[in-house]
Nanobody
Framework: VQLQASGGGFVQPGGSLKLSCTAS????????IGWFRQAPGKEREPLPC????????SWGDSVKGRFAISRDHAKNTVYLSIDSLKPEDTALYFC???????????????RGRGTQVTVSS
């Protein structure tokens, strides 16, 4: 089982990004998939999660209204769209399955390689 996040990069404040999470050897639709980020010296932060019924959960006021998770079943991909990027959004972003398998708890089980997002002018 391998997860891979992609789509990060260098963005100016106020910009937008759409990150992708893909998987090999299994269907993302069979598990809850969450996004997370971790900046140097800071704790891991749970971002939106989508479960097997496509119900979405999110945590923290910092991401409300700017972060959106979606799933494309045909492409076996889960996306994280981020709008109005701020310098404090700079972090390594990664996707992961959830410890509750089918539901979202905000706790990662199997994570993939992350993608770096840097927000700076």
């Amino acid at each position: 089982v391998q997860l891979q996040a992609s789509g990060g990069g260098f963005v100016q404040p106020g910009g937008s990004l759409k990150l992708s999470c893909t998987a090999s050897r299994f269907s993302l639709a069979d598990v809850a998939i969450g996004w997370f980020r971790q900046a140097p010296g800071k704790e891991r932060e749970p971002l939106p999660c989508i479960d097997t019924t496509d119900r979405i959960s999110s945590w923290g006021d910092s991401v409300k209204g700017r972060f959106a998770i979606s799933r494309d079943h045909a492409k076996n991909t889960v996306y994280l769209s981020i709008d109005s990027l701020k310098p404090e959004d700079t972090a390594l972003y990664f996707c992961a399955t959830d410890v509750q398998d089918y539901r979202c708890s905000g706790r990662p089980l199997m994570r993939g390689r992350g993608t770096q997002v840097t927000v700076s002018s």
